[in-house]
T-cell receptor
Framework: GQNIDQPTEMTATEGAIVQINCTYQTSGFNGLFWYQQHAGEAPTFLSYNVLDGLEEKGRFSSFLSRSKGYSYLLLKELQMKDSASYLCAVKDSNYQLIWGAGTKLIIKP | GAVVSQHPSRVICKSGTSVKIECRSLDFQATTMFWYRQFPKQSLMLMATSNEGSKATYEQGVEKDKFLINHASLTLSTLTVTSAHPEDSSFYIC????????????FGPGTRLTVT
């Protein structure tokens, strides 16, 4: 079966750095996405990785290792507004998005 | 700015009635639209995938006669929840995918449905 694992919840301090991991087992791979979702709102796109390596976009970076079926989202200089759920999703061989359950990130002052 | 809109953003209806939710792509032609449901503190669950002009493909466990999906044009898809019950109360989110520069999924803002 297809499976995406990410921690249920993480806590970090304002101004710090946090890394959210995602491991996946899917039938085929056509890219990995990270989305941010604030409570009561729809997900918003953060990043997309299809090749191995690190993609940096401002305070957020995303890393992919296809051989290990592994990705992480790195958030730097955390702000209170970063408190949200972070969803990892993989596009499989049928170009369907397979979603992880999401990681709730709690930022403390 | 937003590229996918949903209407209404919130709706409250009585048990047994039907509710229609619209999803529109604003800046591109959506060859494929997706409908998701999200219960509180849970992840997105794909309900169905629809391609313009053809019947929707429903995920296992989703009743196609209860959740009617119409994708009649390249910019509009509708989800109708028929004979709604309180357990259908949920957050319904659509996303749209086009071609070329619009080949990724763009999410609408979601519709909060409450069935009383």
């Amino acid at each position: 079966g297809q499976n995406i694992d990410q921690p249920t919840e993480m806590t970090a301090t304002e101004g710090a750095i946090v890394q959210i991991n995602c491991t996946y087992q899917t039938s085929g791979f056509n890219g990995l996405f990270w989305y941010q979702q604030h409570a009561g709102e729809a997900p918003t796109f953060l990043s997309y990785n299809v090749l191995d390596g690190l993609e940096e976009k401002g305070r957020f970076s995303s890393f992919l290792s296809r051989s290990k079926g592994y990705s992480y989202l790195l958030l730097k200089e955390l702000q209170m507004k970063d408190s949200a759920s972070y969803l990892c999703a993989v596009k499989d061989s049928n170009y369907q998005l397979i979603w992880g359950a999401g990681t709730k990130l709690i930022i403390k002052p | 700015g937003a590229v996918v809109s949903q209407h209404p953003s919130r709706v409250i209806c009585k048990s047994g009635t039907s509710v229609k939710i619209e999803c529109r792509s604003l800046d591109f032609q959506a060859t494929t639209m997706f409908w998701y449901r999200q219960f509180p503190k849970q992840s997105l669950m794909l309900m169905a995938t629809s391609n313009e002009g053809s019947k929707a493909t429903y995920e296992q466990g989703v009743e196609k006669d209860k959740f009617l999906i119409n994708h009649a044009s390249l910019t509009l898809s509708t989800l109708t929840v028929t004979s709604a019950h309180p357990e259908d109360s949920s957050f319904y989110i659509c996303s749209a995918r086009g071609t070329g520069e619009w080949k990724e999924q763009y999410f609408g803002p979601g519709t909060r449905l409450t069935v009383t």
